[in-house]
């Protein structure tokens, strides 16, 4: 047990890096830990403090910004000053709650913070949810008391030999539920086929555009479609499109609903996104950021494609190859069985178990 040990959860700024968070956090929680979260106030964290009763600080803080603009530009100027202004604020917040270890699960709210409990001899640990590493997690796994990662093709890109194969931990309150009745929850036909379309969890816009063109297709096929477009394009969308076999949202809090609907998920390849599908046992269809750092979710898509646990479209083929991969898949009953259950033999069910075991043998507690 940890009880009434502080433990501080530092990672955030996309979903892939926040839920990670929040499944730790949970765990440890019920183990008596007191715990508490760090994240980034332009992040998706920010909409969480109101409706999570966690304690949880945030950030002046954001990436450095690859694209060109006059906006990236004046972000990455800027990033010097918020950096160490981040820095110091992280530095009094641990002299505040003095954790006992400190967790990262990435994102550019975790390093500062990590950072900063280095200069006050605070052990960390790290997880890293991508098969390919960002340059943070490289750097700071060479002090970290133990490196949990997702994907055994990890190890080679990093020093530290001191590493665990956990997966990606997932909410344990993500759970599969009777498909009649989650589709009953969101208004469709049980009876007929259902795709999901996931853009992560701020959404994409060049499967938003696709959709936009190509949804007419899928619906005279009497599919129905499920459409998590994200915050930034939903409004347009909803406006534009009307059509009873279509559910759209901007984003979807309880996942388990979509996933227990649907027959095959269309979805970008992060990390958690790939690891809730696999624990659903779902057929899944994968598009790669192309512009992830290191083309990581590229990386996590092979991963999977080389196991036969998914179908691999790239971006730049949308055009060609999405329509025909989805109606491939959806008339071929013994091939979506197939790579569903390829998926799922993929997905590590004792994650926060690993996690939680390692953290406490690090702890001594």
């Known amino acids: 047990m940890v009880k009434n040990v502080n433990i501080l959860i530092a990672g955030g700024g996309t979903g892939g890096h926040l839920f990670p968070a929040f499944a730790i956090g949970d765990r440890l929680e019920k183990e008596g830990a007191i715990i508490t979260y760090i ?11 109101k409706k999570l009763k966690k304690q949880l600080y945030l950030l002046n803080i954001t990436g450095i910004s ?33 954790p006992n270890i400190i967790i990262g699960t990435g994102g550019y709210s975790s390093g500062i913070p990590i950072l900063a409990g280095k200069l006050l001899n605070i052990q960390y640990v790290l997880h890293e949810q991508n098969s390919h590493p960002g340059i943070t997690t490289k750097y700071l796994s060479k002090r970290a008391a133990k490196v949990f990662i997702s ?10 030999q001191n590493h665990l ?26 009876n007929k086929k259902i795709i999901f379309i996931l853009g992560g969890s701020q959404g994409s816009r060049p499967i938003n555009l696709f959709l ?32 009873p076999q279509i559910i759209i949202k901007s984003f979807i809090d309880d996942m388990a609903i979509p996933y227990s609907c649907s027959d095959i998920v269309i979805s970008r390849a992060g990390a958690l996104a790939i690891e809730e599908m696999k624990s659903f046992n779902k057929p899944m269809i994968l598009i790669p ?23 691999l479209v ?18 071929n009953d013994l091939e979506r069985k197939m790579i569903g259950n390829n998926a799922k033999k993929l997905y590590k069910s004792n994650s926060l178990d690993l996690i939680s075991n390692a953290i406490k043998e690090i702890l001594d507690v």
């Not at 994240?39 to 403090?49: A, N």
């Not at 994907?151 to 530290?160: E, F, G, L, R, V």
């Not at 344990?172 to 469709?188: F, M, T, V």
């Not at 297709?217 to 479609?225: A, G, M």
Request: glycine share 4%; proline share 3%; aromatic share 8%.
């Open 165 to 190: 194969l956990t997966g990606n931990p997932i909410r344990e309150s993500l759970i599969a539920i009777d498909r009649k009745k989650a589709c009953n929850q969101l208004g469709i036909n049980s």
């Open 212 to 243: 936009i063109d190509n949804y007419a297709e899928l619906i005279s096929k009497d599919i129905q479609i499920i459409w998590q477009t994200g915050m930034l394009d939903f409004k347009r969308i909803n406006e534009q499109i009307k059509n």
């Open 39 to 49: 994240g980034s106030k332009y992040g998706i964290e920010r909409k969480y403090t």
């Open 289 to 311: 950021y192309p512009n992830a750092a290191n083309d990581h979710q590229k990386s996590n898509a092979l991963e999977l494609s080389n196991d036969c646990a998914a179908k």
């Open 66 to 98: 690859r694209n060109l603009s006059v906006k990236s530009l004046i972000n990455n100027l800027l990033f010097p000053i918020r950096f160490i202004t981040s820095y110091i604020r992280s530095i009094i917040i641990i002299n505040k709650i003095k």
């Open 314 to 331: 790239e971006q730049h083929e949308m055009d060609k190859k999405l329509i025909p991969t989805i109606f491939n898949l959806l008339n």
């Open 151 to 160: 994907y055994d093709a990890t190890k080679k890109y990093i020093s530290n």
